[in-house]
């Protein structure tokens, strides 16, 4: 049974860091894309940054520069340091999980797989 378990969400004001954490259990985990999407109240679900299975890394024009996706395989861990953070960053985060390379990352209809997110408030 595929499990995605987020953690590292809170509270920060602008400017400051967040280090997100998915652990995911039940799956193959270096053969699948693994990406990082966020949702705010009255938006659609959107991509956030992504890492195919040949460890490529993608991310939303929005982040460049300010996130960075990684994941350790030993442990099954994906991980989104988010920097710099403003309040437009604030959101539910959800990890997601493909098993195939990742073709467009940033559409979530993609991915089949989805933790039950972490909450993200920035403040001014």
């Known amino acids: 049974q595929v499990q995605l378990v987020e953690s590292g969400g809170g509270s920060v004001q602008s400017g400051g860091s967040l280090r997100l954490s998915c652990i995911a259990s039940?799956?193959?985990?270096?053969?699948?894309?693994m990406g990082w999407f966020r949702q705010s109240p009255g938006n659609e679900r959107e991509g956030v940054a992504a890492?195919?299975?040949?460890?490529?890394?993608n991310y939303e024009d929005s982040v460049k520069g300010r996130f960075t996706i990684s994941q350790d395989n030993a442990k099954n861990t994906l991980s989104l340091q988010m920097n710099s953070l403003k309040p437009e960053d604030t959101a539910m985060y959800y990890c997601?999980?493909?098993?195939?390379?990742?073709?467009?990352?940033?559409?979530?209809?993609?991915?089949?797989?989805w933790g039950q997110g972490t909450q993200v408030t920035v403040s001014s």
């Open positions: 997601a999980a493909i098993p195939e390379p990742c073709g467009n990352y940033l559409n979530p209809e993609r991915y089949g797989y």
């Open positions: 890492i195919d299975t040949d460890g490529s890394t």
């Open positions: 039940g799956f193959g985990y270096a053969s699948y894309c």
